[in-house]
């Protein structure tokens, strides 16, 4: 196939995208064994189907369309091997024990985080961690760009509801990137 | 890729900059030329096949019994046995015939079969749950009840035992024809050896059959039977309720009250009649209520099934499910 990757080409992609790609994975499945697994799966899959990638484009919002992809597919499976018993109830992995946050606000602020429903974890690790765009959300996730506002909104308005008495910026007036809400 | 610069960013990039990948460029670009996906664990294979069969066996399920269904060879020649001729009563229900002890009664609830009456020409009447003796489906030849309907034959051995003469009736119930069992077998006590030829069932119920035509042009045209239910709401045309052959294989509903109706025996130009909303049967003296109903986009007609469980036992008719191919 003519536009098939060169190893090099595949190579600076997955240097420069893995450990993002890993830590949203991480983010999303609290789960380090199946974050490799989604990262492994997510690059086969961009090497595989590059050939449809087309170069004018930003590569990010593509690489995140194969990761959640890959992540719900996988999430799915689990439900289901947890289901017939193949599976035992794992406890959710602490990701931040080895960090040191400034402020007890932070501290708080990543737990809510970290509770929040999976959709809602889903577009604020896209938006304010991977710095995407809400309509790039939206194409990644496959989604109108209504409901990722709305979806946005609904993250923001929880962790407004939680945190009352923290004054953080974003929660009045959105990141730098939250252009469009 | 360059992070949000906002406090919720902060604190994201903060909780996840010590995590990385552990897999490799190269181990990741081998599986793609490969063209090999990871290894599937044996715990996750084993998963999935499970998954696999569980599925195969609820979505199949109905499928495989109507193809993988037992049937009995049924087309035996009437052969006498007199020890036969006769009423014989119900006493138990039993595994094996060894089971069964005279004066015990072993089967707990209520026996479904009450009475049997083998006749010289090879007919049986039957009677269920205390009800009278009515014409039964099913005939016998020596050593066997044969039911040609269900495909089924069963077979029968006569005892004395302390001075009583019993039959052992192998009962080929659903179990046996769709889920492969071993037939229990009914008890019967022999009560008389008189011949029931020509015995007058006692209840017969008859319709008003005297109806006028009315001409329907919803009615009119070919139908398939696809179902029989017990209600017209049970009906899912997606799923099959009726898992055995189905008897009434098609109508055709045709001008002036004409209907030719197509059975698993073959086409016949029967005393059946039609009008609006009904099927009349002038020798059964019995009408049948007709619905047609439309069903995302095709058209079903439900006609009421009065057979002999009707007419002799009382019972409430059941459906056949007809598409209108025509």
């Known amino acids: 196939m003519s536009n098939e990757i060169s190893k090099e080409k595949a190579e600076m992609i997955f240097k420069e995208h893995s450990n993002y790609i890993y830590r949203v994975a991480l983010f999303l499945t609290k789960s380090k064994e199946l974050a490799d697994d989604i990262t492994q799966e997510t690059f086969i899959q961009v090497f595989r189907k590059y050939y449809t990638f087309n170069p004018s484009k930003p590569i990010q919002p593509w690489l995140y369309k194969v990761t959640l992809n890959i992540t719900r597919n996988m999430l799915r499976k689990q439900k289901w091997l947890k289901f017939i018993g193949q599976l035992p109830e794992k406890s959710c992995l602490n990701l931040v024990e080895n960090t040191v946050f400034k402020t007890e606000e932070e501290n708080e602020l990543w737990r809510e985080i970290s509770t929040l429903h999976y959709k809602s974890r889903e577009m604020v690790i896209l938006h304010f961690y991977s710095g995407m765009k809400l309509k790039e959300i939206s194409d990644s996730l496959g989604i109108p760009l209504g409901t990722c506002k709305s979806r946005l909104n609904s993250a923001l308005s929880t962790l407004r509801g939680r945190l009352p008495e923290n004054d953080f910026e974003f929660l009045n007036k959105g990141g730098d990137t939250f252009e469009t809400l | 890729m360059k992070p949000s610069n906002s406090d919720i960013g902060i604190v994201l990039e903060k909780a996840l900059e010590h995590h990385s990948q552990s897999i490799s460029f190269e181990s990741t670009w081998n599986m793609h030329l490969n063209n090999n996906r990871k290894?599937?664990?044996?715990?996750?294979?084993?998963?999935?096949?499970?998954?696999?069969?569980?599925?195969?066996?609820?979505?199949?399920?109905?499928?495989?019994?109507?193809?993988?269904?037992?049937?009995?060879?049924?087309?035996?020649?009437?052969?006498?046995?007199?020890?036969?001729?006769?009423?014989?009563?119900?006493?138990?229900?039993?595994?094996?015939?060894?089971?069964?002890?005279?004066?015990?009664?072993?089967?707990?609830?209520?026996?479904?079969?009450?009475?049997?009456?083998?006749?010289?020409?090879?007919?049986?009447?039957?009677?269920?749950?205390?009800?009278?003796?009515?014409?039964?489906?099913?005939?016998?030849?020596?050593?066997?009840?044969?039911?040609?309907?269900?495909?089924?034959?069963?077979?029968?051995?006569?005892?004395?035992?302390?001075?009583?003469?019993?039959?052992?009736?192998?009962?080929?119930?659903?179990?046996?024809?769709?889920?492969?069992?071993?037939?229990?077998?009914?008890?019967?006590?022999?009560?008389?050896?008189?011949?029931?030829?020509?015995?007058?069932?006692?209840?017969?119920?008859?319709?008003?059959?005297?109806?006028?035509?009315?001409?329907d042009t919803q009615m009119k045209g070919k139908w398939e039977s696809v179902d029989f239910v017990k209600t017209i709401a049970s009906f899912k045309p997606e799923v099959s309720s009726w898992m055995g052959d189905l008897y009434l294989t098609g109508l055709a509903v045709e001008e002036n009250g004409k209907l030719t109706?197509?059975?698993?025996?073959?086409?016949?130009?029967?005393?059946?009649?039609?009008?609006?909303?009904?099927?009349?049967?002038?020798?059964?003296?019995?009408?049948?209520?007709?619905?047609?109903?439309?069903?995302?986009?095709?058209?079903?007609?439900?006609?009421?099934?009065?057979?002999?469980?009707?007419?002799?036992?009382?019972?409430?008719?059941?459906?056949?499910?007809?598409?209108?191919?025509?």
């Not at chain 2, 005393?271 to 009349?280: A, H, N, V």
């Not at chain 2, 439309?294 to 409430?316: P, Q, V």
């Open chain 2, 39 to 215: 290894t599937i664990k044996p715990k996750k294979q084993t998963a999935i096949i499970l998954v696999a069969v569980l599925i195969f066996f609820a979505i199949g399920s109905v499928a495989f019994a109507g193809i993988m269904r037992n049937i009995d060879k049924t087309d035996y020649p009437f052969v006498n046995d007199p020890r036969v001729i006769g009423k014989w009563e119900s006493v138990d229900f039993v595994e094996k015939v060894d089971d069964f002890v005279p004066g015990i009664i072993s089967w707990k609830e209520k026996l479904y079969l009450s009475s049997l009456a083998f006749t010289k020409q090879g007919k049986i009447l039957s009677s269920i749950e205390n009800g009278n003796l009515a014409i039964s489906a099913v005939n016998w030849t020596k050593d066997k009840v044969l039911n040609i309907q269900e495909k089924t034959a069963s077979e029968y051995v006569i005892k004395k035992v302390n001075g009583s003469t019993y039959m052992y009736l192998e009962w080929k119930s659903g179990d046996y024809i769709f889920r492969n069992m071993k037939p229990y077998y009914y008890v019967l006590k022999k009560v008389d050896s008189n011949d029931y030829s020509n015995y007058q069932v006692a209840h017969k119920t008859e319709d008003k059959i005297d109806y006028p035509f009315i001409d």
């Open chain 2, 261 to 326: 109706v197509t059975t698993t025996k073959g086409e016949s130009s029967s005393s059946l009649i039609w009008t609006k909303g009904m099927i009349i049967s002038r020798g059964n003296k019995t009408a049948s209520k007709c619905e047609v109903k439309e069903i995302n986009g095709t058209a079903y007609m439900f006609y009421e099934w009065k057979s002999g469980d009707y007419t002799n036992r009382g019972m409430t008719p059941e459906y056949y499910v007809l598409k209108k191919i025509e």
